[in-house]
T-cell receptor, first 112, second 115 residues
């Protein structure tokens, strides 16, 4: 079956620091990969996605590259802001699938 | 632009009580689903629907019922609440039944406590 493994949090960074949140996956078939973000008190919203190997998804300064050889989709941002404090979920879907498989989420706290 | 609306936002139930979590979307999306979010476990799919009149089970369906009589609404029913159903529940919708290339939109969640 499908599974997603994320680094455990919380991750605490100072403003303007570099961010990496690791995500690796196991999938039957050829997945599409996603990062969703959950701000405090809100539902999840799509941050970025990649649908084939070597694709790079990007949005709001965040990037992630679909690495088939290492089955990874690590999230990076060059300079985080306090407003980036949230929980980040890596997710995948395979085949003609309608089921998103989520990782456990990584909480990010950015301090001044 | 309402998107996906869930009610209530918070609920406390006694063991054995029943209740319905409401979910409505105004985007004419075919696909709707319910997830539960538990600490250390990510989000797990409870039930989903690919269109009005069509529902199916997800990963953790026991203790929950759903129906889809209209495109807009997808209520989740707890038949006899148990403490193990204490969780945060999210409703999601997307334009097509496959989320490979379409975005899933989530509601704000319902925090349910069963005592």
């Amino acid at each position: 079956g499908n599974s997603v493994t994320q680094m455990e949090g919380p991750v605490t960074l100072s403003e303007e620091a570099f961010l990496t949140i690791n995500c690796t996956y196991t999938a039957t078939g050829y997945p599409s990969l996603f990062w969703y973000v959950q701000y405090p008190g809100e539902g999840l919203q799509l941050l970025l996605k990649a649908t084939k190997a070597d694709d790079k998804g990007s949005n709001k300064g965040f990037e992630a590259t679909y690495r088939k050889e290492t089955t990874s989709f690590h999230l990076e941002k060059g300079s985080v802001q306090v407003s980036d404090s949230a929980v980040y979920f890596c997710a995948l879907v395979t085949g003609g699938g309608n089921k998103l498989t989520f990782g456990t989420g990584t909480q990010l706290k950015v301090e001044l | 632009n309402a998107g996906v609306t869930q009610t209530p936002k918070f609920q406390v139930l006694k063991t054995g009580q029943s209740m319905t979590l409401q979910c409505a979307q105004d985007m004419n999306h075919e696909y709707m689903s319910w997830y539960r979010q538990d600490p250390g476990m990510g989000l797990r799919l409870i039930h989903y629907s690919v269109g009005a009149g069509i529902t199916d089970q997800g990963e953790v369906p026991n203790g929950y019922n759903v129906s889809r009589s209209t495109t807009e609404d997808f209520p989740l029913r707890l038949l006899s609440a148990a403490p193990s159903q204490t969780s945060v529940y999210f409703c999601a919708s997307s334009y097509t039944w496959t989320v490979m290339n379409t975005e899933a939109f989530f509601g704000q969640g319902t925090r349910l406590t069963v005592v």
